[in-house]
């Protein structure tokens, strides 16, 4: 069965400072890849995802992750985070066979000091 | 275009009764998932259909059910609702599988049971 983990349940940065959220996954395959990011009291918005290609992946709002096969891992990045990039980030992962489900981690709530 | 829209957004039930909440997918996506999102077990998958029919099912019990029309609207009903049942429930449409394309998650509807 595939599963998510994100190992960091809060992080706090400054503003201007740069991000690294992580994200592991397990699934016998390659799988797809998703960064959805969560304000209050809102839904989920698709911050990038990876299929297959180049590993780097460029998403909105300044995002971009890494796939790295070896590691299992799928960190999220960005050089340098705003005030409003305060919000909860959930990392997802879905079967490489159209799987209508997706598996997503714990999530990792992101604070912003000024 | 119009997102995922979700009817309602808060709804408060006693122990016992039953709920129907509603999703209308964006024009054009046929598949509709849904997942419930609780501070201890995160955000889990339910269900999905596509075109009237259920194709994926999480684990729940069968007090939690779901249905698809015509239109690709979907809602899903909770029967006997207990406590635990408290939760913010999200509603996903995509073209066609979540895991294939990009999933549009609309607002939830925040449901606590008392």
């Known amino acids: 069965a595939q599963s998510v983990t994100q190992p960091d349940i809060h992080i706090t940065v400054s503003e201007g400072a740069s991000l690294e959220l992580r994200c592991n996954y397990s699934?016998?395959?390659?799988?797809?890849l998703f960064w959805y990011v969560q304000s209050p009291g809102q839904g989920l918005q698709l911050l990038l995802k990876?299929?297959?290609?180049?590993?780097l992946v460029q998403g909105i709002k300044g995002f971009e992750a890494e796939f790295k096969r070896s590691q299992s891992s799928f960190n999220l990045r960005k050089p340098s985070v705003h005030w409003s990039d305060a919000a909860e980030y959930f990392c997802?992962?879905?079967?490489?066979?159209?799987?209508?489900?997706?598996?997503f981690g714990t999530g990792t709530r992101l604070t912003i000091i000024p | 275009k119009a997102g995922v829209t979700q009817t309602p957004r808060y709804l408060i039930k006693t122990r016992g009764q039953q709920v129907t909440l509603s999703c209308s997918p964006i024009?054009?996506?046929?598949?509709v998932s849904w997942y419930q999102q609780t501070p201890g077990q995160g955000l889990q998958f339910l269900f999905e259909?596509?075109?009237?029919?259920?194709?994926n099912k999480g684990n729940f019990p069968g007090r939690f059910s779901g249905r698809q029309f015509s239109n690709s609207r979907s809602e899903m009903n909770v029967s006997t609702l207990e406590l635990g049942d408290s939760a913010l429930y999200l509603c996903?449409?995509?073209?066609?599988?979540?895991?294939?394309?990009?999933?549009?998650f609309g607002q939830g509807t925040r449901l606590t049971v008392v």
């Open positions: 997802a992962v879905a079967s490489n066979f159209g799987n209508e489900k997706l598996t």
């Open positions: 259909y596509f075109s009237e029919t259920q194709r």
């Open positions: 024009s054009g996506h046929r598949s």
């Open positions: 699934y016998g395959a390659t799988p797809y």
């Open positions: 996903a449409s995509s073209l066609e599988a979540a895991g294939d394309t990009e999933a549009f």
């Open positions: 990876y299929f297959s290609g180049d590993t």
